[in-house]
């Protein structure tokens, strides 16, 4: 599904992934832990495309295409989700008729028939009932005025309509309440079937309790330190990361 190969980025002319491998198989579900500054979200902007983001060594591949070389539409046409893909507030413009379009880009790529309104707006009103959000949500302008929580929910209905094939989240500074945790777990969760992959970046080992990762990930000084199973979320819970060093064992 993704692989990533000695991947080397920067950001501002700072280097701060530095030799990165990462493979997920479909349907596997990766944790990302580490430490503050490791450049867990830098990561997952490269991944996304976002300006300023400079790849200077390695590779990408999302189903055996070149990912570097798509521009932002189109890696999310080719089934690659990044909450942080819709940051913006598009006034005048309503959730519903947004996420319309998208999935419709996404369908037509993919050739599928377009959803008519009348089925986008069935699996739209059960995606807002599953991230309980109140259904006035559909026609309210993209993220316009949303709370934090609101935000979330939002994205992880983006993310239950769009349908990829591989999501990446970053829960790292969220500051998210138990509700909200339990709804992105939740979100993850349902659409986990032996096909589709996740990357769940985050810090709260508390998530990683509603979804159960294949494999965690630890991540520092800009590629993959660690790796392991579950259990090493549990590690990290009890000991920290003082195991990297001397210079991370107050880090947490
Ligand atoms: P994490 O998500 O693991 O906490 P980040 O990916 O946010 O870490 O950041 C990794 C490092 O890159 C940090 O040292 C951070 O200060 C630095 N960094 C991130 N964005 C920029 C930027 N726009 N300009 C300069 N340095 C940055
Ligand atoms: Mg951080
Ligand atoms: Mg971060």
Do not use: W
């Not at 450049?39 to 990408?60: C, F, I, M, N, Q």
């Not at 940051?87 to 880009?105: L, R, T």
């Amino acid at each position: 599904m993704l692989k990533i190969n000695n991947l080397h980025a920067s950001v501002e002319d700072k280097t701060i992934i530095q030799g990165l491998d990462l493979e997920v198989k479909p349907g596997e579900v990766h944790a990302i832990m580490g430490p503050n500054g490791a450049g867990k979200s830098t990561l997952g902007y490269v991944l996304s495309g976002r300006d300023g983001y400079e790849v200077s060594e390695g590779s990408v591949e999302l189903e055996g295409a070149d990912l570097l070389d798509m521009e932002v539409e189109e890696r999310a046409q080719a089934g690659l989700f990044l909450a942080f893909q819709y940051p913006v507030e598009i006034p005048g413009v309503s959730n519903m008729e947004f996420m319309k379009e998208s999935v419709n880009a996404i369908r037509e790529q993919q050739g599928k028939e377009s959803l008519t309104a009348a089925e986008f707006l069935k699996k739209a009103k059960a995606a807002c009932k599953q991230v309980q959000l109140p259904l006035d949500f559909l026609k309210r302008g993209v993220n316009e005025g949303f709370s934090g929580g609101e935000k979330k929910r939002n994205e992880i209905m983006q993310m239950i309509l769009l349908e990829p094939k591989l999501a990446i989240l970053d829960e790292s500074d969220s500051g998210l309440d138990v509700d909200a945790l339990q709804v992105v777990a939740d979100g993850v969760n349902s659409q986990r079937d032996g096909e589709r992959s996740f990357i769940v970046v985050t810090h709260y080992q508390r998530l990683l309790d509603y979804i159960k990762p294949d494999f965690v990930h630890i991540l520092a000084d800009g590629k993959i330190v660690k790796s392991g199973d579950a259990s090493l979320a549990h590690e990290v819970e009890k000991s920290g990361y003082a195991f990297l060093g001397k210079k991370y064992e107050e880090a947490e």
